[in-house]
């Protein structure tokens, strides 16, 4: 069945270090989302990616898309404590509105 | 800010016993989903609902799940017969469009906690 990895499952980074996570489909995937979820709270949206290739910004987060459509990576530069959860990729098959989580990968940022 | 609502926020249950969580999703959102998210896991795609009926639905959606638009603000997930393995955060979520559409900004309920004894 489908499948969607993150890796790593969880990052402990001081503040001030950089953090990536990697997210691998087993299949190609039409548009990828990424989502955080904070402790005990619900996932948010943050962005999606639709074209193969797409790499997109917003502050010190980089979203990137892979060209066969298949992975994508979160960056962020120089964490902050309040980047702290579980960040989430998602998408759906080609398949119309069923949706894949990824495994997740969860952040703690020391102070 | 719209954002979607779920009730109740806990529930506990008895094993066997059916429990209907309910949500109240963004107005003007067409496409409505159940998630379910097993403690310390990732989020689960149970089932999503278009246009008064099911779009998709997961291997774990299986005959003891429902869900209903009763009228046109609530959409519920039913369970007929909880079992243990039922007890887990349910998140709705709903969009203005389709998950293959070149925006889809999912907006997630604060959850209701099941809890099934």
């Given at each position: 069945g489908q499948q969607v990895m993150q890796?790593?499952?969880y990052q402990h980074v001081q503040e001030g270090e950089d953090f990536t996570t990697y997210c691998n489909s087993s299949t190609t995937l039409s548009n990828i989302q990424w989502y955080k979820q904070r402790p005990g709270g619900h996932p948010v949206f943050l962005i999606q990616l639709v074209k193969s290739g797409e790499v997109k910004k917003q502050k010190r987060l980089t979203f990137q898309f892979g060209e066969a459509k298949k992975n994508s990576s979160l960056h962020i530069t120089a964490t902050q404590t309040t980047d702290v959860g579980t960040y989430f990729c998602a998408g759906p098959l080609f398949t119309f509105?069923?949706?894949y989580f990824g495994s997740g990968t969860k952040l703690n940022v020391k102070p | 800010e719209p954002e979607v609502t779920q009730t109740p926020s806990h529930q506990v249950t008895q094993m066997g016993q059916e429990v209907i969580?309910?949500?109240v999703p963004?107005?003007?959102h067409l496409y409505f989903y159940w998630y379910r998210q097993i403690l310390g896991q990732k989020v689960e795609f149970l089932v999503s609902f278009y246009n008064n009926e099911i779009s998709e639905k997961s291997e774990i959606f299986d005959d003891q799940f429902s869900v209903e638009r009763p009228d046109?603000?609530?959409f519920t997930l039913k369970i007929r017969s909880t079992k243990l393995e039922d007890s887990a955060m349910y998140f709705c979520a709903s969009s203005e469009v389709g998950t293959t559409s070149s925006?889809?900004?999912q907006f997630f309920g604060p959850g209701t906690r099941l809890t099934v004894l």
């Open positions: 890796i790593p499952q509105n069923k949706f | 969580l309910r949500c963004i107005s003007n046109g603000s609530n925006y889809n900004e």
